[in-house]
């Protein structure tokens, strides 16, 4: 079956901009998350989705990050007046269900640069 | 100190050869762990989940030592495809179901 996607796959934008990041999980998978990769470093966790509710969004940096999941499936991770330092790969995962006994299967991610 | 702490490398080994690969975690309450695999410019995915009893497959063997807060990775008779970033990564149930990556080990395989 298909695996999670992400949109855009690239990302370039300018300073101060706003932009959005479109995660289509896996289908059937209720939980949902949002991690974000720089170079050289393991992807860290920003928010993460049970259903439409964020049940954890303890790693988002600072008040410009959101991310929403309306209908529970497709999840927007939203970035208002974008920072050269927001310049990484946003990788999105989706499993099952919640708990760490369930595998988190990543989308090819969104490299978003900041120029 | 991180939470998950791994040594960058590279490793450079031959085709065959044996490569072992450490991680140390430092939240005495982390619950379940994990190996993922990373190709250049691709998305983790999972190599292998990691028991308290020691598991294998196939050519990869993981070990967990609790009271250390250490985990393995062992790769047997590497082929080149073994070439990739290996992360170490745990879930702490104090955290929710969030995963707390390494920062990686970098294995290059070469014939």
């Known amino acids: 079956g298909a695996g999670v996607s992400q949109t855009p796959s690239n990302k370039v934008t300018e300073k101060g901009k706003y932009v959005e990041l479109r995660c289509d999980p896996i289908s059937g998978h209720t939980a949902l998350y949002w991690y974000r990769q720089s170079l050289g470093q393991g992807p860290e966790f920003l928010i993460y989705f049970q259903g439409t509710g964020a049940a954890d969004d303890s790693g988002l940096p600072n008040d410009r990050f959101f991310a929403v999941r309306p209908e529970g499936s497709v999840s927007t991770l939203k970035i208002q007046r974008t920072e050269r330092g927001d310049s990484a790969v946003y990788l999105c995962?989706?499993?099952?269900?919640?708990?760490?006994?369930?595998?988190?299967?990543f989308g090819p991610g969104t490299r978003l640069t900041v120029l | 100190r991180k939470e998950v702490e791994q040594d960058p490398g590279p490793f450079n080994v031959p085709e065959g050869a044996t490569v072992a690969f450490n991680c140390t975690y430092s939240?005495?309450?982390?619950?379940?762990f994990f190996w993922y695999r990373q190709d250049c410019r691709k998305e983790p995915k999972l190599l292998m989940s990691?028991?308290?009893s020691g598991n294998e497959d196939g050519r990869f063997t993981a070990q967990l030592n609790r009271a250390s807060q250490y985990i393995s990775l062992l790769i047997r008779d590497s082929k080149l495809s073994d070439s990739a970033t290996y992360l170490c990564?745990?879930?702490?149930?104090?955290?929710?179901?969030?995963?707390?990556f390494g920062a990686g080990t970098i294995l290059r395989v070469k014939s």
């Open positions: 990564v745990v879930n702490v149930m104090e955290y929710g179901n969030k995963l707390v």
């Open positions: 939240n005495s309450a982390s619950q379940s």
């Open positions: 990691v028991y308290s």
């Open positions: 995962a989706s499993s099952f269900a919640a708990g760490g006994q369930y595998t988190q299967y």
